[in-house]
């Protein structure tokens, strides 16, 4: 599945972005903070090229690997730059390893030929749409480090994350309410363009019904939030559930369509 659909561009291009995700992931206790550092940055723009080349290169491809590829790349680059203003967060290890497993996966499923666009919107709905999923998951690696450090002050330990716990739930809230923005400004571009994005009135598939509990399970954490002060435990789930309702509605649709079903959408 890899070598027939991938060209050797693109698949040195991927190999090499992997393998350099995959030395501080494996290597972290013997490197250096500034070797691990640099190893990163030139993962992430081998990253960059790899998705480059596959939406831009001699067949450009979609779906939802290359979907994930691109959000763990978009959480990468969140994280580069929140360690610029706070060099004492520390996820390198697990962003690491989430960058290999999204190359490799986007590598594996390269998803299916992109067709040439009739519409001028369609590049807008997918930059939203996309940019919302990476919001969301720089979301859900706060939530998760606040679980962390929550569990580390039960048990009277050092906070591994690095970072306050306050400081961890404000920005968790951050890039909750940044992505439910863009997820709002995607289905309202759904709504008034479906018709000149894919040639159909709106309508109620699989895809439209997940992005619509994904918003209702958001609005309902910050309005929670706002009104009533929601934060910890049932925040953290708010905001896995939420996130789980968007991933099924594009990544789910098109993993069924692509690997379960063998078609293009």
Same mark, same amino acid.
């Given at each position: 599945?890899?070598?027939?659909?991938?060209?050797? !561009?693109?698949?040195?291009? $991927?190999?090499?972005?992997? @393998?350099?995700? @995959?030395?501080?992931?494996?290597?972290?206790?013997?490197?250096?903070?500034?070797?691990?550092?640099?190893?990163?940055?030139?993962?992430? *723009?081998?990253?960059?090229?790899?998705?480059?080349?596959?939406?831009?290169?001699?067949?450009?491809?979609?779906? *939802? @690997?290359?979907?994930?590829?691109?959000?763990?790349?978009?959480? &990468?680059?969140? =994280?580069?730059?929140?360690?610029?203003?706070?060099?004492?967060?520390?996820?390198?290890?697990?962003?690491?390893?989430?960058?290999? !497993?999204?190359?490799?996966?986007?590598?594996?499923?390269?998803?299916?030929?992109?067709?040439?666009?009739?519409?001028?919107?369609?590049?807008?709905?997918?930059?939203?749409?996309? #940019?919302? =999923?990476? &919001?969301?998951?720089?979301?859900?690696?706060?939530?998760?480090?606040?679980?962390?450090?929550?569990?580390?002050?039960?048990?009277?330990?050092?906070?591994?994350?690095?970072?306050?716990?306050?400081?961890?739930?404000? &920005?968790?809230?951050?890039?909750?309410?940044?992505?439910?923005?863009?997820?709002?400004?995607?289905?309202?571009?759904?709504?008034?363009? $479906?018709?000149?994005? =894919?040639? +159909?009135?709106? +309508?109620?598939?699989?895809?439209?019904?997940?992005?619509? &509990?994904?918003?209702? #399970? *958001?609005?309902?954490?910050?309005?929670?939030? @706002?009104?009533?002060?929601?934060?910890?435990?049932?925040?953290?789930?708010?905001?896995?559930?939420?996130?789980?309702?968007?991933?099924?509605?594009?990544?789910?649709?098109?993993?069924?369509?692509?690997?379960?079903? +063998?078609? !293009?959408?």
């Amino acid at each position: 599945m890899i070598l027939s659909s991938a060209s050797p !561009a693109g698949l040195a291009l $991927s190999v090499a972005a992997a @393998a350099a995700y @995959a030395v501080p992931a494996a290597g972290s206790a013997r490197l250096s903070d500034t070797a691990a550092k640099r190893v990163l940055v030139a993962a992430w *723009f081998l990253h960059a090229a790899a998705l480059a080349w596959s939406l831009l290169g001699d067949t450009p491809r979609f779906g *939802f @690997a290359p979907a994930l590829s691109v959000t763990a790349w978009l959480v &990468l680059t969140v =994280y580069t730059v929140e360690r610029q203003l706070f060099p004492q967060l520390q996820a390198r290890l697990a962003l690491a390893g989430l960058g290999a !497993a999204a190359v490799l996966l986007a590598l594996a499923f390269p998803g299916t030929p992109l067709h040439v666009s009739t519409s001028p919107w369609l590049p807008l709905h997918w930059a939203l749409g996309i #940019a919302s =999923y990476g &919001l969301f998951a720089a979301a859900v690696v706060h939530a998760w480090l606040m679980q962390r450090v929550e569990r580390t002050i039960r048990h009277a330990a050092e906070p591994q994350a690095g970072l306050p716990l306050l400081t961890l739930e404000r &920005l968790t809230f951050r890039f909750a309410t940044a992505g439910f923005v863009l997820l709002s400004a995607t289905l309202l571009a759904g709504v008034f363009f $479906s018709e000149v994005l =894919y040639g +159909r009135a709106w +309508r109620w598939d699989h895809k439209t019904v997940f992005s619509v &509990l994904s918003w209702i #399970a *958001f609005a309902l954490l910050l309005l929670g939030r @706002a009104r009533f002060g929601l934060r910890g435990k049932r925040a953290v789930q708010a905001i896995y559930v939420g996130s789980l309702l968007l991933l099924l509605a594009y990544v789910g649709s098109r993993f069924v369509l692509e690997v379960v079903l +063998r078609r !293009a959408a």
